[in-house]
């Protein structure tokens, strides 16, 4: 999603969208491990996702 898109979502949506990054994170870390993720950029887009909810959720507190 776009920067614009987390800003328009309520706090509540941001934080089950922000669970829900950080355990497909969890899950492409484990899939590197065992050598099973083809795609690397996957993890690179999940943090900056993750980083745009964080910064949404404290421009709305």
């Known amino acids: 999603m776009k920067k614009t898109d987390y800003q328009k979502e309520s706090k509540t949506d941001l934080q089950k969208a922000l669970t ?3 355990e497909a994170l969890a899950n492409f870390r484990f899939g590197i ?3 099973r993720t083809k ?3 996957e993890g690179r887009s999940t943090r ?3 980083a745009r ?3 949404a959720l404290k421009r709305q507190a």
């Open 53 to 55: 909810i964080l910064t």
């Open 48 to 50: 900056r996702d993750i």
């Open 39 to 41: 795609n690397v950029k």
């Open 33 to 35: 491990s065992g050598s």
């Open 20 to 22: 829900q990054k950080r």
